[in-house]
């Protein structure tokens, strides 16, 4: 008999304790990969808007509290569907949710490139950000639920990496296409106004349709979901699945308690009030920073550096590229987290993280001060991106997606994460919304610095509702939080 053999025949070896002391199975990968997908086509979706806005502003003669509109429908869709379908996930499954959602974003993707006006566009913007919200809460908790504890924070913050790669496939789109209108109709803009951003968002559909042929090629719900509503057959042939080895899961093996099931309003007792606190409040702050970075990123290189350029594809081109080249640091800013995450911990990275941030945001604002010419200038500004884009994605664009999974039990753990991503997209939604606005009004670097008041906020808040989850099994944060 094998030592394998022993283990599978003890009678008290829990699924948690296979599962820490399983290798990654190719169903593990293949898991993570799906998740990954879809994170990609959210990270495309989310920032592709920031570079055919431009275009979309005079296609459809939009004024300013319209092209806020038009960029914040899919964050108030993401806000909508993680408080909606992360309760739902946690009724009826991850597997299920993950094809409905594939198939709303389908849907709601192909109708933003055929859109025939303002109204229409930002209906099914929101829609997107409806399917980019579900699939917040069911990733995290697929992903979470389903690997060994010491390789969680790795691959949890490797799936969430595809939304830079996603961002950054978004801004090099833009450039294609405007290169190409440029190329074929040189002596005149409106073709590519009303046009180069059908283009852009018509490559989204085609990546949704991809993700969505994917995903519909393997099945499998996770076992912790089936532990937790007592079905014990269903779990054992999904864990055997899953571990590639037969697996027979028991009340014995895995007792009810273990796993309690409880409803959506345990997130605001006593015994898990804070773990939400935690989770949601520094992502709210973030995401103010974030999405109202990020989405207006060509803008804001663009005021700051090209505001004196006449020809108006000449600008966005030139703002595009350094989108591009700094979208490049919110790759090396998640490589960074999934080198450190379970060596320095979800905490310290989350902190340092934010006070980085706040660093790269105060030179962007006085970029025009630490500057002698227009071309230093522009140095001084992508200064300042990379170093916001780098710590950002080291620090709490990973933590705080990756925390929101481990801090909840499973039966709440996509209700937890949903609500704790629907805070955050309220912070989305805030700074997306008003970013046009505060800028015209403030003006850009004053408008910088108030997001550097958010930064440093949210690295105290951090460390005052801190809960480490690194190195500990699911079971153990739950069990914790059990004895309070």
Same mark, same amino acid.
């Given at each position: 008999?094998?030592?394998?053999?022993?283990?599978?025949?003890?009678?008290?070896?829990?699924?948690?304790?296979?599962?820490?002391?399983?290798?990654?199975?190719?169903?593990?990968?293949?898991?993570?990969?799906?998740?990954?997908?879809?994170?990609?086509?959210?990270?495309?979706?989310?920032?592709?808007?920031?570079?055919?806005?431009?275009?979309?502003?005079?296609?459809? !003669?939009?004024?300013? %509290? #319209?092209?806020?509109?038009?960029?914040?429908?899919?964050?108030?869709? !993401?806000?909508?569907?993680?408080?909606?379908?992360?309760?739902?996930?946690?009724?009826?499954?991850?597997?299920?949710?993950?094809?409905?959602?594939?198939?709303?974003?389908?849907?709601?993707?192909?109708?933003?490139?055929?859109?025939? /006006?303002?109204?229409?566009?930002?209906?099914?913007?929101?829609?997107?950000?409806?399917?980019?919200?579900?699939?917040?809460?069911?990733?995290?908790?697929?992903?979470?639920?389903?690997?060994?504890?010491?390789?969680?924070?790795?691959?949890?913050?490797?799936?969430?990496?595809? =939304?830079?790669?996603?961002?950054?496939?978004?801004?090099?789109?833009?450039?294609?296409?405007?290169?190409?209108? =440029?190329?074929?109709?040189? /002596?005149?803009? =409106?073709?590519?106004?009303?046009?180069?951003?059908?283009?852009?968002?018509?490559?989204?559909?085609?990546?949704?349709?991809?993700?969505?042929?994917?995903?519909?090629? @393997?099945?499998? #719900?996770?076992?912790?979901?089936?532990?937790?509503?007592?079905?014990?057959?269903?779990?054992?042939?999904?864990?055997?699945?899953?571990?590639?080895?037969?697996? %027979?899961?028991?009340?014995?093996?895995?007792?009810? #308690?273990? +796993?309690?099931?409880?409803?959506?309003?345990?997130?605001?007792?006593?015994?898990?009030?804070?773990?939400?606190?935690?989770?949601?409040?520094?992502?709210?702050?973030?995401?103010?920073?974030?999405?109202?970075?990020?989405? @207006?990123?060509?803008?804001?290189?663009?005021?700051?550096?090209?505001?004196? +350029?006449?020809?108006?594809?000449?600008?966005?081109?030139?703002?595009?590229?350094?989108?591009?080249?700094?979208?490049?640091?919110?790759?090396?800013?998640?490589?960074?987290?999934?080198?450190?995450?379970?060596?320095?911990?979800?905490?310290?990275?989350?902190?340092?993280?934010?006070?980085?941030?706040?660093?790269?945001?105060?030179?962007?604002?006085?970029? /025009?001060?630490?500057?002698?010419?227009?071309?230093?200038?522009? %140095?001084?500004?992508?200064?300042?991106?990379?170093?916001?884009?780098?710590?950002?994605?080291?620090?709490?664009?990973?933590?705080?997606?990756?925390? !929101?999974?481990?801090?909840?039990?499973?039966?709440?753990?996509?209700?937890?994460?949903?609500?704790?991503?629907?805070?955050?997209?309220?912070?989305?939604?805030?700074?997306?919304?008003?970013?046009?606005?505060?800028?015209?009004?403030?003006?850009?670097?004053?408008?910088?610095?108030?997001?550097?008041?958010?930064?440093?906020?949210?690295?105290?808040?951090?460390?005052?509702?801190?809960? +480490?989850?690194?190195?500990?099994?699911?079971?153990?944060? !739950?069990?914790?939080?059990?004895?309070?």
């Amino acid at each position: 008999m094998t030592s394998t053999d022993t283990v599978a025949t003890e009678p008290r070896t829990s699924f948690e304790q296979r599962l820490d002391a399983s290798p990654i199975t190719p169903a593990m990968w293949l898991l993570w990969l799906l998740a990954a997908g879809l994170i990609a086509l959210d990270g495309f979706d989310f920032f592709i808007i920031g570079v055919a806005l431009p275009f979309l502003k005079r296609d459809f !003669s939009l004024g300013s %509290t #319209e092209i806020g509109a038009v960029a914040v429908a899919a964050v108030v869709g !993401s806000l909508v569907g993680s408080l909606t379908l992360g309760p739902i996930t946690d009724k009826v499954g991850r597997q299920r949710m993950l094809m409905v959602d594939v198939a709303l974003f389908i849907v709601a993707t192909a109708g933003t490139a055929f859109a025939w /006006d303002a109204v229409s566009l930002i209906g099914f913007r929101f829609l997107v950000g409806v399917g980019i919200g579900a699939d917040y809460p069911i990733s995290v908790a697929y992903i979470t639920e389903n690997v060994p504890s010491r390789w969680r924070g790795r691959m949890v913050i490797g799936a969430f990496t595809f =939304q830079a790669v996603g961002a950054l496939l978004g801004a090099l789109t833009g450039l294609i296409v405007i290169h190409l209108f =440029q190329t074929l109709y040189p /002596d005149s803009a =409106q073709p590519a106004i009303q046009y180069a951003w059908r283009w852009m968002l018509g490559v989204g559909l085609v990546l949704a349709i991809a993700v969505g042929i994917i995903r519909s090629s @393997f099945l499998l #719900e996770s076992p912790r979901y089936y532990i937790a509503k007592g079905d014990y057959d269903a779990a054992s042939k999904a864990a055997s699945l899953l571990l590639e080895e037969p697996i %027979t899961i028991t009340p014995t093996t895995d007792p009810p #308690e273990r +796993e309690p099931n409880l409803t959506y309003t345990a997130l605001f007792s006593p015994q898990f009030r804070r773990n939400t606190l935690f989770a949601s409040i520094p992502w709210f702050l973030q995401d103010i920073a974030t999405y109202g970075m990020g989405i @207006f990123t060509p803008a804001i290189i663009g005021a700051l550096a090209f505001a004196s +350029e006449p020809d108006f594809l000449t600008r966005e081109m030139v703002s595009a590229k350094s989108a591009a080249l700094v979208d490049l640091f919110l790759i090396a800013g998640f490589l960074v987290a999934v080198w450190l995450v379970e060596k320095a911990g979800r905490v310290r990275l989350q902190v340092v993280g934010f006070l980085g941030m706040a660093v790269g945001l105060v030179i962007l604002a006085l970029s /025009d001060r630490l500057a002698s010419d227009n071309n230093s200038q522009l %140095t001084w500004v992508l200064i300042g991106f990379f170093i916001f884009n780098l710590m950002m994605n080291a620090g709490p664009n990973s933590t705080t997606f990756l925390l !929101s999974g481990e801090v909840f039990p499973t039966s709440i753990r996509a209700s937890g994460a949903g609500f704790a991503a629907a805070f955050a997209k309220a912070g989305a939604v805030l700074g997306t919304f008003a970013l046009p606005i505060l800028q015209t009004n403030w003006g850009v670097p004053t408008l910088l610095l108030g997001l550097v008041g958010c930064c440093v906020l949210a690295a105290g808040l951090t460390y005052l509702f801190r809960v +480490e989850t690194t190195g500990r099994s699911l079971e153990a944060v !739950s069990l914790d939080e059990n004895r309070k």
